[in-house]
């Protein structure tokens, strides 16, 4: 399949582990983020969003937190499976009531047997 | 389910070409988006559309333009394709409601321009 980023900073996680993923974002004012998740050779799928009034939001297996104070968001991912390894990235509006979105440029996790 | 299908998974294209990639949403999304994306850079938007015949530009439109006859339907041109437009081309929906709205992609297009 085809490589999404050459250059992308690799998180290496054994099978059954958790895994944490971070991302910061750079406007105070962004209400809304997603994290996505890119298989190789394959589209962009949504895996979790959280608006900005929550501080914690946990979907099947995935957790997000976001840190308003210091402009973080982590995506937590537990018993980490193969089928998990793919390039994760977060979005954020360009500005409040857009529809626009920045993305990050993501992190590769790699699934270790 | 809901689904954004590109008209081809790859392309190889020479210098000077026009170039058609299409894309089809059967969510009846009023928002439409290409971005094409490269090692390092992310995700960079290239034109969006909010509703029929609307367009706007994003950050990197030069050399491309879009077109949106139909609501299901927008479609990204390359006018003269150049190497530099190399790339792969995602393109993605999502509803008119703005904020709060998640984008839904394509299985994107690998164009290659020689």
């Known amino acids: 399949g085809e490589s999404v980023g050459l250059h992308l900073p690799t998180l290496s996680v054994q099978e059954g582990d958790n895994s944490i993923i971070n991302c910061a974002y750079s406007?105070?004012?962004?209400?809304?983020f997603i994290w996505y998740k890119q298989e190789s050779g394959k589209g962009p799928q949504f895996i979790i969003d959280i608006r900005s009034n929550m501080d914690k939001r946990q979907g099947q297996r995935v957790t997000v937190l976001l840190n308003k104070t210091v402009k973080h968001l982590s995506l937590q991912i537990a018993a980490t499976q193969p089928g998990d390894s793919a390039v994760y990235f977060c979005a954020e509006p360009v500005a409040s009531g857009t529809y626009k979105y920045i993305f990050g440029t993501g992190t590769r996790l790699k699934v270790l047997a | 389910d809901v689904k954004v299908t590109q008209s081809s998974r790859y392309l190889v294209k020479r210098t000077g070409e026009k170039v058609f990639l299409e894309c089809v949403q059967d969510m009846d999304h009023e928002n439409m988006f290409w971005y094409r994306q490269d090692p390092g850079l992310g995700l960079r938007l290239i034109y969006f559309?909010?509703?029929?015949?609307?367009?706007e530009k994003g950050d990197i439109p030069e050399g491309y333009s879009v077109s949106r006859e139909k609501k299901e339907r927008f479609s990204l041109i390359l006018e003269s394709a150049s190497t530099n437009q190399t790339s792969m081309y995602l393109c993605?929906?999502?509803?008119?409601?703005?904020?709060?709205?998640?984008?839904?992609f394509g299985p994107g297009t690998r164009l290659t321009v020689l």
């Open positions: 993605a929906s999502s509803r008119g409601t703005p904020g709060g709205n998640e984008q839904f």
């Open positions: 406007n105070s004012a962004s209400d809304y």
């Open positions: 559309s909010y509703d029929v015949k609307m367009k």
